[in-house]
């Protein structure tokens, strides 16, 4: 579990400051998604997942 909350903090770190300094290149790409691949491992996943349906719901009921 140590090993998953440092990665994630590293990948998280490194994935923001590629957004903020550069476009996104496929280096950029790699560490989103190795990024997300230790989110989705993480005790958080579910709580993220849980966020975005209701998202996805509140946007869904929105009339226009």
């Given amino acids: ?3 998953n ?3 994630l903090v590293l990948f998280g770190t490194v994935a923001f400051l590629f957004f903020r ?3 996104l290149k496929m280096s950029h790409a790699i560490v989103c998604a190795l990024f997300g691949f230790y989110i989705a491992g993480s ?6 997942t849980a966020g975005g349906a209701s998202l996805a ?3 869904g009921g929105i009339k226009f």
């Fill in 1 to 3: 579990m140590v090993l």
């Fill in 5 to 7: 909350v440092s990665a």
């Fill in 21 to 23: 300094r550069d476009g």
């Fill in 43 to 48: 005790s958080i996943a579910p709580s993220i």
């Fill in 57 to 59: 719901s509140l946007l």
